[in-house]
Structure formats: structure tokens, C-alpha cells
């Protein structure tokens, strides 16, 4: 078998039975065969090849594939995912530091969010109970009067239906 992708070989293969074919990786994970490529094709996984050229991937990434889900479903782009899981060995076991170091980064980003959430809410709030709708004054339509930097004149016209 030889290695195919991914950083560091570790000098030593797992043993066969733990070593798992691409259809069992997208049954275990749920994650689609066509995204296990790709993901393998951005670096966020790795797998060996078989001497037939068949993919076989570490049993112990599925744990990290999971994580990549989580992520995506809370919005995390892959460019973010794949930085938060650079440190985190692909051709050995990680340990619980590793992961624990990996989502340290996560929880700040949701953090961050979770504060321009509540700061979008606190805004949406006020609008409510305002209705002025001021492209001067309103901080939900125009924050810290963004559109000032655009020119003069009105700044929301869609492009589109102003061509004819
Ligand atoms: S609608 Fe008045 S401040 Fe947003």
C-alpha cells in the first residue's frame, strides 16, 4: 500500500482491518462519496491506495470527518475547518489534545458570532419600534453609514432592474 495524500507519513500503516473502504467511510459518516474527494483533493483528509489503486482510509478519520461536518453545518467555511484541523495528525491516532486544540479555534468563531448575532438582533429591535427607515440614521439598513463611502445619492437600487 502507499500513501496518497495528506501530510506526514507516520512510517508505520495501520493494520488492514483498520482500514476502510470509501463506501464504508460515506455509509459511517453519512458524507457523500463525491465530498469525501473533494475533500481529499483540499487536504482536509487523506487515504492510502490499495496496490489495485482503491482508496482505504484510517478508521480513525471518521472521527475527523465528523468534525467536518459539524463544522459545515454551523456555517465554519472549509478554508476555516482545514486551518482549525492542520494540527491535527492524519496518518495516526490523535490524541484528545489534538482535538481539543482544533476546536479551541471553532469556539471563537462561533463566539464572535454568536455577539454579531445578538448585535444584528439588539438593531432589528430597534427598527422595529423606529420604522424611520432612514438610510442616514438606520444602523440595520446602512451600519455606520457604510453606504456614504459609495457616493452621494441613493445607494439600493438593484443594478438590474435599473439597465433598461
Ligand atoms: S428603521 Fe429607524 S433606525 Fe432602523
Not at 473502504?21 to 463525491?34: H, K, Y
Not at 459539524?70 to 476555516?80: A, D, T, Y
Not at 427598527?127 to 438610510?135: D, F, K, N, P
Request: aromatic share 4%; charged share 25%.
Amino acid at each position: 500500500m502507499i500513501r496518497t495524500s495528506g501530510e506526514e507519513g507516520c512510517g508505520q500503516e495501520p493494520p488492514a482491518e483498520e482500514l476502510l473502504s470509501i463506501g464504508q467511510v460515506s455509509d459511517r459518516t453519512g458524507v457523500a462519496r463525491s465530498a469525501l474527494h473533494y475533500y481529499e483533493e483540499v487536504g482536509l483528509i487523506a487515504s492510502l491506495r490499495t496496490a489495485g489503486n482503491q482508496r482505504r482510509y484510517p478508521r480513525h478519520l471518521l472521527r475527523r470527518i465528523s468534525l467536518i461536518t459539524v463544522g459545515r453545518q454551523l456555517g465554519i467555511g472549509l478554508s476555516e475547518i482545514k486551518s482549525a484541523l492542520a494540527p491535527v495528525p492524519m496518518h495516526h491516532l490523535p490524541s484528545e489534545e489534538d482535538w481539543l486544540r482544533a476546536t479551541a479555534q471553532w469556539k471563537l468563531v462561533l463566539e464572535a458570532r454568536r455577539r454579531a448575532i445578538e448585535e444584528l438582533e439588539d438593531r432589528l429591535m430597534g427598527c422595529i419600534g423606529c420604522g424611520c427607515l432612514s438610510m442616514q440614521a438606520c444602523t440595520l439598513l446602512n451600519p455606520h453609514d457604510q453606504l456614504s463611502q459609495q457616493g452621494a445619492g441613493a445607494r439600493r437600487l438593484d443594478p438590474a432592474e435599473t439597465a433598461e
